[in-house]
């Protein structure tokens, strides 16, 4: 297995336009999580699913903000009618679920550069 | 409030010197996990160290070592002979049973030649 991989690299678009990335866990972990990271900041937390359940999401999360992970494997986050505070570095991760060992680290693809025009 | 701090915006250390970069965190639930990650300024999050709440004895991994003192709620994170290629931004994270991540908003370490 070759880690986490996210799709694309990076994506740069006007305002108000819609986006969509992707994200491929390690196959063997059940939870996935997306992040967002800005400039000189740590990961701020958007969403985690575990299996396809969406089980926590942000409360700072824009309604425009939507992700899926329908067969419990590949997860999407999508957001709607971009603007310009849009503009970060999204993240993704996985790991196993707590109940399979408390030591078990997040691994994070390499993310994706979402800039707005 | 926080669930992780960490103080120190930037630091710098000479070249094969060892380094302390701090870390608090605030739970209430008796097990959790302490993660050290760093990023090179290429961007991947790269795991480091581990810490369990029950765990005894201070983690360490190679050239990092994590300072646990659980009565002050503190995991700081020591870098033993400092290597240029350390230089990096360097976050601390903490994991409880059944949530997300949370993390700390990282610490600039400048290794200087």
């Known amino acids: 297995d070759t880690g986490v991989s996210q799709d694309p690299r990076h994506k740069i678009t006007k305002r108000g336009q819609n986006v969509t990335f992707r994200c491929d866990p390690i196959?063997?972990?059940?939870?996935l999580y997306w992040y967002r990271q800005t400039l000189g900041q740590g990961p701020e937390f958007l969403t985690y699913?575990?299996?396809?359940?969406?089980?926590?999401k942000s409360r700072l999360l824009s309604d425009r903000f939507s992700a899926e992970r329908p067969k419990g494997s590949f997860s999407t986050l999508e957001i709607q009618r971009t603007e310009q505070g849009d503009s970060a570095m999204y993240l993704c991760?996985?790991?196993?679920?707590?109940?399979?060992?408390?030591?078990?680290?997040?691994?994070f693809g390499d993310g994706t550069r979402l800039s707005i025009l | 409030a926080q669930k992780i701090t960490q103080t120190q915006p930037g630091m710098f250390v000479q070249e094969k010197e060892a380094v302390t970069l701090d870390c608090t965190y605030d739970?209430?639930?008796?097990?959790?996990?302490l993660f050290w990650y760093k990023q090179p300024s290429s961007g991947e999050m790269i795991f480091l160290i581990y810490?369990?709440?029950?765990?005894?004895q201070n983690a360490t991994e190679g050239r990092y070592s994590l300072n646990f003192q659980k009565a002050r709620k503190s995991a700081n994170l020591v870098i033993s002979a400092s290597q240029l290629g350390d230089s990096a931004m360097y976050f601390c994270?903490?994991?409880?049973?059944?949530?997300?991540?949370?993390f700390g908003t990282g610490t600039s370490l400048t290794v200087i030649p």
């Open positions: 991760a996985s790991s196993l679920a707590p109940g399979q060992g408390m030591n078990q680290p997040q691994h």
């Open positions: 196959s063997e972990h059940n939870r």
């Open positions: 699913f575990q299996n396809e359940a969406q089980l926590e």
């Open positions: 739970t209430s639930d008796p097990s959790y996990g």
């Open positions: 810490q369990g709440s029950y765990d005894q």
């Open positions: 994270a903490m994991r409880e049973p059944g949530n997300q991540f949370y």
